[in-house]
């Protein structure tokens, strides 16, 4: 049987005596605080406060609309009933308001770094994001990472002059590394937040030390968590992955996309209103690093569907980077990278008012191709693949709605 949790009378009423006599969160970010690489743009009006317009502005990047076909977990199943990425970030962006509602902060700030912090993924998942940081390290000796490519499409590629507050919430985001306590840590500048950026190219260790700068930046990265911890496990019983009652352990945070979401909420807002940092109790945060366990040794260490990233999947991958890269180096304008990705992002940056270069004159090979990889969604890739090589060996099987039904695409 199910076990919601409920926050304790004590900070209830707390709650509703600071929001009865508008009390302040002093740790909240504050708008007139908001740094823009252009401050002479995007200043904030009654309609568009300073991040509703980060909201927007990323919610109408083309790139936004690709989440939609972009794996979560399960990347080889024709199934509406799972989530795919665009339902991931809106989970994110869910939770990080609800959390940022009750502790009083930002939440305008956590929606825009929730919706952008994974606009800069690969297709086929973390396994699409494995592949290609191997290939483009191979070939240059920099890493790739989602989060760093996230930046990376709203800062560099597709320019809107997103505030430095939202891009290092992006950058922070990491939901894979779990804390006990999170504490931002100041941020003053872009010259500052750049050197972030760039080491995590270089430097591997970098993305496991980034910290956000905002509490908003914080709510985002453990809402994350929140977010695909029990909606995984919820995908993985719907397929058949995992039986309807997994032996998942069950403590007090419960062990249910429900449970886990409901009881998570309860114990971050009670342990953190009204500090400078966010925190749950000890209990909670073994039990969190238990589960997280469990998901990578029932669900994303899946043999089956491991074997088809290796067997088709990666050879994909460095097939297609080759031919981009031959392309990228020729700079034909008739070829097929510059007719259907530099001229795309061209033309959605004809009419931004942040001046600069085109993208390509400011873009060596292997980035071109890299950002033209990370922005496909799964469905593109595959049908690149078979746009670049018709007698291609490689074919991605999918499950379709009837178990016995495999169908090759």
Same mark, same amino acid.
């Given at each position: 049987?199910?076990?919601?949790?409920?926050?304790?009378?004590?900070?209830?009423?707390?709650?509703?005596?600071?929001?009865?006599?508008?009390?302040?969160?002093?740790?909240?970010?504050?708008?007139?605080?908001?740094?823009?690489?252009?401050?002479?743009?995007?200043?904030? $009006?009654?309609?568009?406060? /300073?991040? /509703?317009?980060?909201?927007?502005?990323?919610?109408?990047?083309?790139?936004? $609309?690709?989440?939609?076909?972009?794996?979560?977990?399960?990347?080889?199943?024709?199934?509406?009933?799972?989530?795919?990425?665009?339902?991931?970030?809106?989970?994110?962006?869910?939770?990080?308001?609800?959390?940022?509602?009750?502790?009083?902060? !930002?939440? &305008?700030?956590?929606?825009?770094?929730?919706? &952008?912090?994974?606009?800069?993924?690969?297709?086929?998942?973390?396994?699409?994001?494995?592949?290609?940081?191997?290939?483009?390290?191979?070939?240059?000796g920099k890493r790739f990472n989602h989060n760093v490519q996230s930046v990376r499409v709203l800062d560099k590629i597709i320019k809107r002059n997103i505030s430095l507050q939202t891009l290092d919430g992006i950058l922070c985001h990491n939901g894979e590394l779990e804390q006990k306590e999170y504490r931002p840590v100041a941020l003053y500048?872009?010259?500052?937040?750049?050197?972030?950026?760039?080491?995590?190219?270089?430097?591997?260790?970098?993305?496991?030390?980034?910290?956000?700068?905002?509490?908003?930046?914080?709510?985002?990265?453990?809402?994350?968590? %929140?977010?695909?911890?029990?909606?995984?496990?919820?995908?993985?019983?719907? #397929?058949? %992955?995992?039986?309807?009652?997994?032996?998942?352990?069950?403590?007090?945070?419960?062990?249910?996309?429900?449970?886990?979401? !409901?009881? #998570?909420?309860?114990?971050?807002?009670? $342990?953190?209103?009204?500090?400078?940092?966010?925190?749950?109790?000890?209990?909670?945060f073994s039990e969190l690093g238990k589960a997280k366990k469990e998901n990578y040794e029932m669900i994303y260490g899946n043999k089956e569907l491991n074997k088809e990233y290796n067997d088709n999947i990666k050879p994909m991958f460095y097939d297609i980077y080759e031919k981009l890269l031959k392309d990228a180096k020729d700079m034909n304008?008739?070829?097929?990278?510059?007719?259907?990705?530099? $001229?795309?992002?061209?033309?959605?940056?004809?009419?931004?008012?942040? &001046?600069?270069?085109?993208?390509?004159?400011?873009?060596?090979?292997?980035?071109?191709?890299?950002?033209?990889?990370?922005?496909?969604?799964?469905?593109?890739?595959?049908?690149?693949?078979?746009?670049?090589?018709?007698?291609?060996?490689?074919?991605?099987? *999918?499950?379709? *709605?009837?178990?016995?039904?495999? /169908?090759?695409?």
């Amino acid at each position: 049987m199910a076990d919601y949790h409920s926050l304790s009378d004590s900070i209830k009423e707390k709650i509703n005596e600071d929001r009865k006599n508008h009390k302040e969160n002093p740790y909240a970010f504050k708008d007139e605080n908001v740094l823009r690489r252009n401050m002479e743009h995007d200043r904030p $009006n009654l309609w568009r406060p /300073v991040f /509703v317009r980060d909201v927007e502005k990323i919610l109408h990047v083309p790139y936004y $609309n690709r989440y939609s076909d972009k794996t979560q977990v399960f990347s080889f199943y024709k199934n509406d009933d799972i989530s795919r990425r665009a339902l991931h970030v809106q989970l994110v962006a869910r939770i990080a308001r609800n959390l940022a509602d009750v502790l009083n902060l !930002n939440s &305008g700030l956590a929606e825009a770094i929730a919706l &952008g912090h994974d606009i800069g993924h690969t297709p086929f998942g973390h396994a699409g994001e494995r592949i290609l940081n191997e290939i483009y390290f191979g070939r240059t000796g920099k890493r790739f990472n989602h989060n760093v490519q996230s930046v990376r499409v709203l800062d560099k590629i597709i320019k809107r002059n997103i505030s430095l507050q939202t891009l290092d919430g992006i950058l922070c985001h990491n939901g894979e590394l779990e804390q006990k306590e999170y504490r931002p840590v100041a941020l003053y500048s872009f010259e500052e937040f750049d050197k972030k950026v760039e080491e995590c190219y270089i430097d591997e260790n970098a993305v496991k030390h980034l910290v956000p700068c905002t509490l908003e930046g914080c709510v985002v990265r453990i809402s994350d968590i %929140i977010a695909y911890l029990g909606k995984d496990r919820q995908d993985a019983e719907r #397929l058949g %992955i995992l039986p309807k009652q997994a032996p998942f352990f069950k403590g007090k945070m419960g062990n249910t996309n429900p449970e886990i979401i !409901n009881n #998570l909420i309860v114990n971050i807002i009670e $342990n953190s209103y009204g500090k400078d940092f966010l925190c749950m109790d000890d209990g909670y945060f073994s039990e969190l690093g238990k589960a997280k366990k469990e998901n990578y040794e029932m669900i994303y260490g899946n043999k089956e569907l491991n074997k088809e990233y290796n067997d088709n999947i990666k050879p994909m991958f460095y097939d297609i980077y080759e031919k981009l890269l031959k392309d990228a180096k020729d700079m034909n304008k008739s070829s097929f990278l510059y007719r259907h990705h530099i $001229n795309y992002v061209n033309e959605n940056n004809r009419y931004n008012r942040y &001046g600069g270069p085109n993208y390509e004159e400011m873009t060596d090979p292997d980035q071109l191709v890299v950002d033209f990889i990370a922005s496909m969604t799964d469905d593109y890739f595959v049908d690149i693949y078979k746009e670049l090589f018709p007698e291609g060996k490689y074919k991605v099987k *999918y499950m379709g *709605y009837f178990s016995e039904h495999i /169908v090759d695409i």
